[in-house]
């Protein structure tokens, strides 16, 4: 199979460096390695161009999640597996990105994505966040198991996730113009297509965030505008509140064993979270104004 990578990129710093070192000693060949750029002044373009990428810029167009992911495998589209990763997202070993592509072996799987492990130094709240959503058990998922999972069949992650080229097209491709889950969006479109995704457990990269409590507010404002805009999601998948409450007393128990002096942060969040949450699902009651203010993804509001 001919696989295509493709990296979304702006001022990647440091870990992009990481990213590229890692990404040489892959032992799975890639076709062609594209960096999709929205006006880096650090020199990622120039460190991706050393490392055989070629370099789309945006121009006037601005980044958007789906859709400049989509312009990527517009532009590219001559391969049969399509690769995803961010910027951030570090190769744990040289079979990473050769073991999520062996998941399409099965002619069934549209997508697939992998483990991600939480950086070397991350917090204790990073540490459980990663480990208690991408385990090391690897699954395969269709439609039928929305009975058992609800909203979590569908979990994915464009930080590290690939894509049969036909299974993509047969729902359209990316979404343009949404805040954000584009990758979540393909996934229940996939299943409801017929197609099944993949978790696969042994594909495994480095990438975790350390959100201030203002930065939880604003994703997960975020997530709330994403779920009021798609609320097929709900109807065929279920609602969130649950998965919520389950990861809120298993992030209690890992973080009070660990660092327990840390238990009135994961409060914080706590509220952080469900106050933006629930304000993203009734953000047409809101002022633009507010809207972009409790935002983290704050140009798509204009």
């Known amino acids: ?4 990578l493709y990296i979304p990129t702006l001022n990647g710093g440091r870990r992009f460096a990481e990213l590229l070192q890692a990404l040489a000693h892959q032992t799975v060949p890639i076709a062609q390695r594209i960096v999709v750029d929205s006006g880096s002044t650090d020199g990622t373009v120039e460190a991706a161009r050393t490392h055989g990428f ?3 810029g945006l121009g006037g167009t601005g980044f958007d999640h789906g859709g400049t992911r989509q312009l990527a495998v517009d532009t590219h589209p001559a ?3 399509y690769i995803f990763l961010t910027q951030d997202a570090i190769p744990a070993d040289e079979s ?6 062996r998941a399409f072996d099965d002619p069934q799987i549209g997508m697939a994505y992998g483990r991600q492990l939480p950086h070397k130094g991350a917090t204790v709240m990073e540490a459980h966040a990663r480990l208690f959503n991408y385990p090391p058990q690897s699954q395969v998922r269709s439609l039928a198991d929305a009975a058992t999972y609800g909203i979590k069949t569908i979990s994915c992650s464009n930080s590290f996730a690939a894509y049969r080229r036909s299974a993509l097209a047969s729902v359209g491709g990316f979404p343009r113009g ?6 979540v969006i393909v996934a229940g ?3 409801l297509d017929g197609w099944k995704m993949a978790y696969v457990g042994d594909a495994c990269v480095y990438h975790s965030h350390a959100y201030s409590i203002r930065e939880e507010f604003e994703r997960y404002f975020d997530i709330g505008v994403f779920h009021s805009d798609n609320r097929w999601i709900f109807d065929s998948f279920g609602k969130a509140d649950s998965e919520g409450f389950r990861y809120a007393k298993s992030e209690i128990r890992f973080v009070a064993r660990r660092k327990p002096w840390v238990l009135p942060k994961v409060c914080c969040s706590f509220v952080a979270k469900w106050l933006g949450y629930k304000l993203g699902l009734s953000y047409r009651s809101l002022p633009i104004r507010l809207r972009k203010a409790f935002s983290m993804y704050k140009p798509y509001w204009g």
């Open 1 to 4: 199979m001919k696989v295509n």
């Open 54 to 56: 070629e370099v789309m």
């Open 79 to 81: 391969a049969d597996i």
């Open 96 to 101: 990473a990105l050769a073991n999520i592509v």
């Open 178 to 183: 949404t805040i954000m889950g584009e990758d």
């Open 189 to 191: 479109k996939l299943l």
